[in-house]
């Protein structure tokens, strides 16, 4: 029962953080699947990866060094930040790769790599509460392990890994081939420092005090972040605003479709007020169009004609103007 107490504990509350962050992707939201994979990834592969990898190299520092604190320090404050965050941002990278034709920005690559690190985080926190918590402690040790690892720590590894997906967007989004490589590097560089400056904190200031100040400085970041991803979702809405008027113009939108695609708030009750089930997947999949249109053709504007933008264009202005007139009419 605890073990199953524990693993309840590391998974619910981080597929509520997950569902939270799929919320926060307004406009064009990215598939299921790929989401579903990049979770998984992060809970099994990433998680599973880190945890043979981590033992191996600390138990090689201590035999090295003879000193457990020696083994410790390196284990928490260089290895685990460098491995995990690699491991983690593989999966952002597969999708960059992959599925280049959904990473559209850096909302996008901030959703991907925060889903994967929520993934990795309900398993290291299945393991630390039973591990660290019960076995420890008890049920007092599970409870107090649980509240630390979801609400004061909860967004730590979305957190981190959020820099490799803002460096590969940023890389998705700039013809510069140096830049190209540097933006991911960069990313991968901020990742590892903000986590190992967390771990070792964690490590070096015990007890309340060590808890409320690394708790402060994680919030603070958190919270920094999260004004990040509202500008970004501001960002989007003017996107569609300018790249959407051209639609209206041409006839292939109406004014109250273009006013309702570009409103978050609109296009969720013009769905759920929708007759039927039919009438609701032709409006979800309008409003998706729209956001995906407005993409590529910044995109256009940006890259050029890469991997057929041009083409996807024609292909969605045909769909949209489908589903326009069998919603109006």
């Given at each position: 029962m605890p073990l199953i107490l524990s693993i309840l504990l590391g998974f619910v509350p981080m597929f509520l953080f997950a569902t939270f962050v799929y919320w926060l992707d307004r406009y064009e939201k990215e598939p299921r699947m790929l989401l579903?994979?990049?979770?998984?990834?992060?809970?099994?592969?990433?998680?599973?990866?880190?945890?043979?990898?981590?033992?191996?190299?600390?138990?090689?520092?201590?035999?090295?060094?003879?000193?457990?604190?020696?083994?410790?320090?390196?284990?928490?404050?260089?290895?685990?930040?460098v491995i995990e965050e690699t491991l983690k941002g593989m999966a952002v990278l597969l999708v960059f790769l992959l599925a280049r034709k959904e990473f559209d920005s850096i909302l996008?690559?901030?959703?991907?790599?925060?889903?994967?690190?929520?993934?990795?985080?309900?398993?290291?926190?299945?393991?630390?509460?039973?591990?660290?918590?019960?076995?420890?402690?008890?049920?007092?040790?599970?409870?107090?392990?649980?509240?630390?690892?979801?609400?004061?720590?909860?967004?730590?590894?979305?957190?981190?890994?959020?820099?490799?997906?803002?460096?590969?967007?940023?890389?998705?989004?700039t013809r510069n081939g140096g830049l190209r490589l540097f933006f991911p590097l960069l990313g991968l560089g901020a990742a590892i420092l903000t986590h190992a400056l967390h771990n070792t904190m964690a490590q070096f200031l015990s007890g309340l005090v060590g808890l409320a100040l690394t708790s402060l400085m994680d919030w603070t970041g958190w919270l920094l972040l999260l004004g990040f991803i509202i500008f970004m979702i501001w960002r989007e809405n003017q996107l569609l605003h300018l790249q959407l008027e051209e639609e209206l113009r041409l006839g292939i939108i109406t004014s109250e479709q273009y006013q309702t695609a570009c409103s978050f708030w609109k296009r969720t009750g013009g769905i759920f007020k929708a007759n039927d089930q039919n009438r609701r997947h032709q409006s979800k999949r309008f409003y998706q169009a729209c956001a995906e249109l407005a993409h590529k053709k910044n995109q256009l504007s940006r890259m050029g004609d890469e991997e057929g933008n041009g083409q996807i264009i024609t292909s969605l202005r045909g769909e949209l103007q489908q589903l326009s007139i069998a919603l109006t009419g």
């Open positions: 579903g994979g990049a979770f998984f990834w992060g809970a099994v592969i990433a998680a599973g990866a880190a945890f043979l990898i981590n033992t191996v190299l600390g138990l090689g520092v201590y035999y090295l060094t003879g000193s457990e604190t020696a083994a410790d320090v390196s284990t928490t404050s260089i290895i685990a930040p996008d690559g901030i959703v991907y790599a925060a889903i994967t690190a929520l993934g990795f985080a309900a398993t290291e926190n299945s393991y630390y509460i039973y591990t660290m918590g019960y076995l420890e402690d008890g049920y007092a040790g599970l409870v107090q392990l649980a509240f630390i690892r979801i609400f004061l720590v909860g967004w730590q590894h979305p957190f981190y890994t959020a820099f490799i997906g803002i460096g590969l967007a940023m890389a998705r989004l």
